[in-house]
């Protein structure tokens, strides 16, 4: 049974009694609600802060459904979409579910439990989604740059931002990948069209190529409806594939096709659908070498790679780990609306002696974790709880060296969290044993929730995934 995750949902009707039936069926299953009573209202709430699902009734004073669904679907892709129709408006629901709408309910909606399985269902398709994509920090903290190992980066990323090349992005996990695909989309002539990001390595294959290439009504089990592919709503903007090297080789095969012709079919049709899409690719595999090996076809390799880009890791830009971490720490503080702690001096020489294996992402959990220890205006070492790392049995700057168990600082000033999951090894069993003795009790200490065993963990949900995978666990 999947999680039933509490989602904050925007409901958009000009009837009141609709609206007070719809938010009370919602809340019995902890779900944050927020009535409106027509369409411009319905788009300024979302501009402000985003929802996870959005009702929507088609016909409403100021601003119809229509234009609600195709103003969201361009600015928030993410977004699920759920449309409110009468008996005689289906055709416009039909032709809403066309522009990616998840669903529609007829009215009058007299079924509390139908409304809340069908927004249960939307809600369990955005996390889906939402996991394919890079958890990497958002904005522009990555190309805070003060190594000269990172000037020729930006120069690079600025030049060809301008251009319609397509881009490959290489490094390791956490150096920023995502943030670099995103400053390349905004600094393009594409910034104001959608830019569309899904992360191969973590959905299935047949969910992964639904969700690149969509679907038309009954072409499998469940597919009840057309649905626009993520590739289509990217149209005019950007297209990023993180992960590419994990895509399996009957779908290299259909990525090279799009690449090549610029269109492409939904899964059981026959249409050919044109697109304008700007592609940027990323993997922190050696996609030269599994051509060689075989298992990344070479065609493909060359239309990604037609404009290469290396993400240098922190071990070797030390000179960008403080002004990084100063920078990280400002966002923060600003998410959580909060004034920027000070960092000392001690910290900052702390902060760069690490190799940091996880790289940004790694830092950025663990200033966070500094920020909550610390609650104050001042961040200082004692406050620095690190993960232990694979470095300690393996060279430093090795690319096997990856995050593992959480422990205290090697600062004596440090002492352990009672909240930090530990192991009893009865000083026995390697690294990776205690790795996954932790990441398996930890599980089960939240009933398999991932996102709150990650957050426990304090590690990225990402970096969890990697790790689930690494040790086949499930």
Known sequence: MKEKRPGRILVADDEEGVRSFLAESLERDGHEVVQVADGAAALAAARE????VVLTDLKMPHLDGMSVVRALRTEQPNVELVVLTAFGDVSTAVEAMKLGVFDYLQKPVSSPRAVRELVRGALERRAEIAVASDDAPRGGT??????????????????VAKSGATVLLQGESGTGKEVAARFLHETSPRAGKPFIAINCAVLTEHLLES?????????????????RGRIELADGGTFFLDEVGELKPSLQAKLLRVLEERSFERLGGSQLIEVD??????THRDLRAMVREGTFREDLYHRLAVFPIRLPPLRERREDIVP???????ELSASAGRRPPRLEEALEQRLERETW?????ELRNALERAMILADGDVLGAEHLWLEASASDSAPAGSSEASAATLSASTSPTNQASPATPTVATGGGGSLADLERQTIESTLRE?????????????????????????????
């Open 49 to 52: 802060e985003p929802f996870d």
């Open 142 to 159: 990555a190309l805070t740059f003060g190594a000269p190992s990172m000037t020729p980066v930006l120069a690079a990323l600025t030049k």
């Open 211 to 227: 969700e690149l290439f969509g679907h038309e009504k009954g072409s499998f089990t469940g597919a009840h409806a057309q649905r």
């Open 277 to 282: 899409v700007r592609w940027v690719a990323a």
């Open 324 to 330: 990084l971490s100063r920078a990280l720490v400002a």
């Open 357 to 361: 294996p996880g790289n940004v992402r």
């Open 446 to 474: 939240v009933g398999g929730n991932r996102r709150a065993a990650a957050a426990k963990l304090g590690i990225g949900l990402r970096t969890l995934y990697d790790k689930l995978k690494k040790y086949g666990l499930r």
